[in-house]
C-alpha cells in the first residue's frame, strides 16, 4: 500500500479542485480532521495499518464535494474506490475506508472503533478552543448556500446540533466534551441577549 502517494494524491487534488466559496469544507478542514483522527487514533492505540485506513478515509472523506454537497459521502467513497487500487489498496481496504467515510455522515452512525475515531475527528472543533473561529467560516459557507439566513439562524441550529451530538472515543469523550459544554452554553447566550 503507498500510503502516502495515495493521500498526497487526493489532497492536492482537493486544494485544486475545491469550489472557493466552500469556507469551511476546504483543504485546511480535510488537513485538521486529517491531523485530529491521527491524534485520536495514537490515543485509542490502534494497529499501524489500522492507522493508515483511518488516515485514508479523513485525507478522502469530503472529496465528494468536488463534485456536490449533498450526497458527498457517497461521492467521496466512490472516488476512493476508483483511486485507490492504483496504489495498492485491496477490496476490504477499500470497503474499510468506505465505511470509515460514511460514518462521517450526519447524523453520525459509526458502526465499529476506527469509525467512531474519524466520526469524533470530523467534529474534533465543537470541543475545542477555536470552535468559533472554525464555526465562523461554516456559517458563512452555509450563508452562500442559503442554509441559513442570518446570525440568529445560525445559532438555532447550532444549539441543536451540538445538544444532539456526543463524542463516541473515550480519548474524545475526555479532550473534548467538557469544552464542547461551554461553547454551547456560550451560542446559547449569544441566542438569548
Given amino acids: 500500500m503507498q500510503f502516502k502517494k495515495a493521500v498526497d494524491l487526493i489532497l492536492e487534488k482537493q486544494k485544486k479542485e475545491l469550489s472557493g ?3 469551511y469544507h476546504n483543504i485546511d478542514h480535510i488537513r485538521d480532521v486529517y491531523n485530529a483522527a491521527g491524534q485520536i487514533g495514537k490515543q485509542e492505540g490502534i494497529s499501524d495499518a489500522d492507522m493508515h485506513l483511518l488516515l ?14 449533498s450526497g458527498h459521502e457517497e461521492e467521496s467513497c466512490r472516488i476512493a474506490a476508483e483511486t485507490l487500487p492504483a496504489f495498492g489498496y485491496t477490496p476490504a481496504d ?3 475506508i468506505r465505511g470509515l467515510i460514511m460514518a462521517t455522515k450526519i447524523p453520525q452512525s459509526p458502526k465499529n472503533h476506527l469509525e467512531e ?9 465543537l470541543g475545542r478552543d477555536d470552535f468559533f ?5 461554516l456559517f458563512n459557507e452555509f450563508l452562500t448556500e442559503g442554509i441559513v439566513s442570518n446570525a440568529n439562524d445560525w445559532n438555532r441550529l447550532q444549539v441543536r446540533f451540538i445538544e444532539n451530538h456526543h463524542y463516541f472515543t473515550k480519548t474524545s469523550q475526555k479532550l473534548r466534551a467538557a469544552k464542547k459544554e461551554e461553547n454551547l452554553k456560550q451560542v446559547k447566550a449569544k441566542l438569548n441577549s
Fill in 21 to 23: 466559496h466552500l469556507s
Fill in 56 to 69: 485514508t478515509a479523513a485525507a478522502f472523506h469530503d472529496s465528494g464535494f468536488i463534485k456536490r454537497r
Fill in 94 to 96: 477499500i470497503e474499510t
Fill in 117 to 125: 475515531i474519524l466520526a469524533d475527528a470530523d467534529l474534533d472543533y
Fill in 133 to 137: 473561529i472554525v464555526g465562523e467560516k
